[in-house]
């Protein structure tokens, strides 16, 4: 019984400690109305500055994924790199929600900006391409289920394939370029699907030729 007490004091202070960190993280954000946010499950774009957690919708219980960028990541930057990188990112956001496609993330709910951090939800996350290449930058730990991962050639081939497909459909749908395809900028979603996503550097074929 004593051991029983134990795991369920355990587990108690895990979820206590998450639901503490994502609430200094999302105070006064809409997000954390809405969703009952996990555990840190990845992290992504650029500089890989988004921490993706596990969450729930409230209202219909559908699994999710939200992302956080925290703002005070940039206390220490130059204040045109301050000033320059959030209007980055939103626009990342705004690009990765318009555009749809079975190879790009599906964005849930949109970008909601608070004092401290940007938030949105997105299908449901396994990891970034840079998390399974043992890249787990801004994560507080190496999550459980990418302890000793790798990919099988098989997942690998049929990954790029998917990723081949999102690439097709923005240079020959959308006339438009990446510019930033890399491990952090691909998802794998809970299905083991590749997904493209971190537009932040999405350019119109007119506008890459002409800068």
């Known amino acids: 019984m004593d051991y029983l007490q134990k795991i369920r004091s355990s587990v108690a202070a895990q979820v206590h400690s998450v639901a503490a960190q994502v609430n200094l993280a999302l105070p006064g954000n809409p997000i954390l109305r809405e969703y009952t946010v996990g555990q840190q499950v990845a992290s992504a774009g650029p500089g890989l500055c988004w921490k993706i957690f596990s969450a729930t919708r409230n209202s219909t219980k559908q699994d999710v994924a939200v992302w956080i960028f925290e703002k005070k990541q940039m206390e220490n930057w130059l204040k045109v790199k301050r000033e320059e990188f959030p209007e980055v990112l939103k626009r990342g956001v705004s690009q990765l929600t318009r555009l749809m496609h079975p190879r790009i993330l599906r964005v849930e709910r949109a970008l909601e900006e608070s004092r ?96």
Not at 137 to 160: A, Q, V, W
Request: glycine share 4%; with cysteine.
């Open 116 to 211: 401290d951090c940007f938030a949105f939800c997105t299908e449901p996350v396994f990891a970034s391409l840079a998390n399974c290449f043992n890249d787990f930058g801004n994560m507080p730990s190496t999550p459980k289920c990418l302890k000793d991962f790798s990919l099988e050639s098989i997942e690998i081939r049929h990954g790029l394939f998917q990723l081949s497909e999102a690439l097709a459909f923005l240079h020959n749908d959308t006339k438009m370029v990446h510019s930033n395809v890399s491990p952090s900028s691909i998802i794998i979603n809970k299905k083991g699907d590749w997904k493209l996503a971190s537009f932040d550097f999405l350019y119109s074929w007119g506008c890459f030729y002409t800068r």
